[in-house]
């Protein structure tokens, strides 16, 4: 048996571990735990050293009273329990929530998302300005670290294919909300990399079984030479 096979197991038993520590007036020993527990002592230093691991239970020596060895003993860690379940989906949920009944909460999404693109992609030297291929490459790579799948399409630089998404639960939901976030990650990304490619739509299910964004070259504005002809001119 492995050592992820006892986790579930182990859960009662260290929490049972965490209330005698907590209902006795002083600190406890691995014999005195034992005793009131019914189990090996044994046994019960492999879960307080897994609980002193974690942060959850404090161990020190105790002064000693006279001759010999000084005693181990446990105390609870001061503070908040920090075992039990974790309700980050509902959490998700509340907050998606409120912010779909604000006026223009697609537009606030997708903002939010353009700061974190830009904050979790890998970062390049300011000199350095990537072509359409490395661009689509490098936001491949960022999706692919948040578990969205990604699969470019034969020619990378023209659109990407999202083929999983993380939040799927919670944008079933509020698709109006989170595709924008998604879109604005992409968008975010581009833009710290000075890619010269773009991020301009999410078509949810576009196809079965995946998500899909075009990544076109942004039309230079009237009087500002285009991306190709820029470097050119750099390069001469």
């Not at 009273?65 to 105390?75: D, F, K, L, M």
Request: with cysteine.
């Amino acid at each position: 048996m492995t050592r992820n096979d006892h986790t579930a197991g182990d859960q009662p038993r260290r929490q049972a571990l965490l209330e005698a520590l907590r209902a006795s007036d002083a600190p406890l020993g691995v014999t005195e735990l034992a005793e009131r527990l019914g189990i090996h002592p044994n046994t019960v230093r492999f879960h307080l050293d897994a609980l002193t691991a974690q942060g959850l239970v404090d161990r020190r020596l105790e002064e000693p009273t006279g001759r010999g060895r000084p005693r181990t003993v446990y105390t609870p860690h001061p503070g908040m329990d920090r075992g039990g379940r974790r309700q980050y989906h509902l959490l998700a949920k509340i907050l998606l929530g409120q912010l779909s009944t604000t006026p223009d909460a697609g537009a606030a999404a997708e903002a939010a998302g353009r700061n974190w693109g830009g904050y979790l992609v890998e970062h390049i030297p300011p000199s350095h300005q990537p072509g359409a291929d490395e661009a689509a490459q490098r936001l491949t790579a960022m999706m692919t670290d948040l578990g969205f799948a990604p699969e470019p399409d034969s020619d990378a630089a023209e659109r990407i294919r999202l083929r999983h998404c993380p939040f799927l639960e919670l944008a079933e939901e509020y698709s109006s909300t989170l595709c924008p976030l998604h879109l604005g990650l992409m968008q975010g990304a581009l833009t710290e990399i000075r890619a010269p490619i773009t991020a301009t739509s999410l078509e949810p299910f576009a196809e079965p079984d995946a998500y899909r964004s075009p990544l076109p070259h942004p039309q230079p504005r009237r009087g500002q030479p285009s991306t190709a002809a820029s470097q050119q001119e750099h390069i001469m």
